[in-house]
């Protein structure tokens, strides 16, 4: 239900994305999915990747400020209308979506979101029987 | 608990008595001094002149650009072949000030600061290791002798190298630190990275700070941090280094030794003494030293006299915490502000590192100020919460400061870091 997502904080200065980037490199870590916002002054680089255990580790050994959390991760079936229909659910429910990206994994839609009320989005997630991945889906495809 | 009973616990007629003397006999060998015996001609000034201590007052002023002014012994009072050590400030902005010390004001340098570090509970078996720079800085060398005289295993780690630092602290069992407090931080940083937990992995149980101006918010920090008391030191080169005041085990002020010196506080605009209590420029005068006294010294630095008396039973003045230095005070928009002042609100915040930068620039003919403060640690990944922090931070320092600051969040590690005085104002403000 839930994959772990690296969030980096990064100064808006030219390189420093870069610096992450080739530290992943390095350590032969494949990115799944990424998103960053732009702000005037600092940015959240948010990672989904192939192990972010170790992915953590090596940025945090280099000095990045790095923090690992687990976010959901919902599967949508390739028809139009599937993100409105999960997110319908979601807000009935009265529950807020702080922030949330999409990407392909293996031809299937993944909604990346955290919510204000992680409890309720668990619970919901299960009654309404809507279908998600988890770090194993993510690790077998790296 | 006295090292040196009779003089610390002097009362405040016996100390005035003892200054008298020392003063007298003071100004008398300054007359030795080609520069002291030109101000007293100058100034139509007789050493016959200081009959009581108000008379003091009749002294000019002895500034940090007379020492250069006057460099490198112009103001010596005995000759060279008589002194036995020249310590010197690292001289950026111009000529250094040299000062030079006989025997016997080494002696006394060091019973000074035995008795500061006797006075916050450090004894013989005690291992005091010192991450002061040794050779010109007199932290190094001050300290050494001060903590040796005091019958202390003397560790002269000096400075940087932090793991190395790290290794002696455990290895011998350092029991007692002296740092600057952006190096504690820092240290703490090193241990974080190489997994020591200070409490359960090192035996120290005191920290000497001082060298910078910290705040109180600072000091419980490092406290915490790592687990141990921490005591304020206050000194300078030009009085020796350390040794001229120091925090008892109250923790609530700075004594001063005044069978060394002889304290005013004045106004540094006026020149006058400031009334009781109030903060001002702190300004002494040597009366136990024979190299190169220095009458009425203007020290730059900015405090004032705690009211009351210590419970301690001493009863030297008490110093304030040291408020920062008069030529450190910034003028934004007409406003006085000091950086301690911005420390003690940074501080408040617990999601913040201790190190932060403050820059002044001039953005369309306006002067502002940038404060750059480092994140302790993502604590959230929510864009939100960022900004409610960053909103917070900014309207306490505008309280405290009275201007609006632009406050930026940092990671951490992004701001230089240095094992010295850590630089935390840059002005880049186009003078008109």
């Known amino acids: 239900m839930t ?139 790296a | 608990m006295y090292l040196h009973k009779e003089l610390e616990t002097l009362t405040r007629a016996e100390i005035e008595k003892l200054q008298l003397e020392r003063l007298q006999k003071t100004v008398k060998h300054c007359m030795n001094s080609a520069f002291y015996r030109k101000r007293f001609e100058e100034n139509g000034l007789t050493p016959d002149d200081i009959q009581s201590l108000d008379d003091l007052q009749k002294i000019p002023f002895t500034t940090k650009q007379d020492l250069r002014d006057n460099y490198p012994f112009g103001i010596a009072s005995v000759p060279l072949e008589k002194a036995v050590r020249l310590h010197s400030s690292s001289g950026t902005t111009g000529n250094p000030t040299v000062i030079i010390h006989t025997q016997k004001d080494l002696d006394e340098w060091a019973n000074a600061v035995a008795r500061c570090l006797h006075m916050v509970g450090l004894r013989p078996g005690d291992v005091f290791q010192n991450s002061s720079g040794y050779g010109m800085f007199t932290g190094g060398l001050g300290f050494q002798y001060g903590a040796e005289r005091l019958g202390m295993l003397t560790v002269p780690a000096a400075a940087g190298n932090t793991k190395r630092q790290l290794k002696f602290i455990m290895d011998f069992g350092t029991t007692a630190l002296h740092a600057i407090p952006s190096y504690v931080t820092r240290m703490y940083e090193v241990m974080q990275e190489m997994g020591i937990d200070p409490r359960r992995d090192t035996k120290l149980k005191t920290l000497v700070i001082g060298a910078e101006p910290h705040s109180e918010e600072q000091r419980r920090r490092i406290e915490e941090m790592m687990g141990v008391k921490a005591y304020n030191s206050f000194g300078m080169s030009e009085m020796c280094g350390p040794g001229v005041a120091f925090e008892c085990q109250e923790q609530n002020g700075l004594h001063i030794w005044e069978d060394y010196y002889i304290v005013e ?52 003045k008490r110093l304030d915490r040291m408020k920062g230095r008069s030529d450190d005070m910034i003028i934004l928009k007409g406003v006085n502000i000091f950086p301690i002042q911005i420390e003690t609100v940074l501080m408040q915040f617990k999601e913040l590192s201790s190190n932060y930068l403050i820059t002044l620039e001039t953005k369309d003919s306006n002067d502002e100020m940038m404060i750059e403060v480092e994140l302790e640690k993502l604590f959230t990944d929510d864009y939100g919460r960022l900004q409610v922090l960053t909103k917070n931070i900014t309207r306490v320092l505008r309280d405290e400061i009275l201007v609006t600051p632009y406050v930026k969040l940092v990671p951490k590690g992004s701001l230089p870091q240095s094992e010295g005085k850590a630089v935390r104002v840059k002005d880049l403000r186009k003078p008109f």
């Open chain 1, 3 to 141: 994959v772990q997502q690296l969030s980096i904080f990064i100064e808006n200065k030219s390189g420093t994305l870069l610096k992450v980037l080739q530290l992943l490199k390095e350590a032969n870590i494949q990115l799944v999915a990424s998103t960053i916002a732009d702000t005037v002054e600092y940015g959240i680089y948010r990672i989904i990747c192939s192990e972010p255990s170790r992915a953590y580790t090596t940025l945090k050994e280099a000095g990045i400020s790095v923090a690992l959390s687990d976010v959901f991760a919902l599967t949508l079936d390739n028809v139009p209308g599937r993100a409105a229909d999960t997110i319908r659910i979601l807000t009935e429910e009265g529950i807020g979506i702080t922030y949330m990206y999409s990407f392909l994994l293996s031809g299937k839609g993944i909604l990346i979101f955290r919510t204000d009320n992680p409890e309720r989005t668990r619970e919901v997630i299960i009654l309404n029987d809507l279908s998600f991945i988890t770090d194993k889906d993510l690790s077998l495809k």
């Open chain 2, 265 to 316: 506080i004045i106004d540094p605009d006026t020149l006058q003494p400031v009334p009781e209590g109030e903060v001002g420029e702190l300004v002494l005068t040597t009366i136990n030293r024979e190299g190169m006294p220095l009458l009425r010294y203007r020290t730059r630095d900015l405090t004032r006299i705690l009211p009351g008396e210590c419970p301690c039973g001493r009863h030297h």
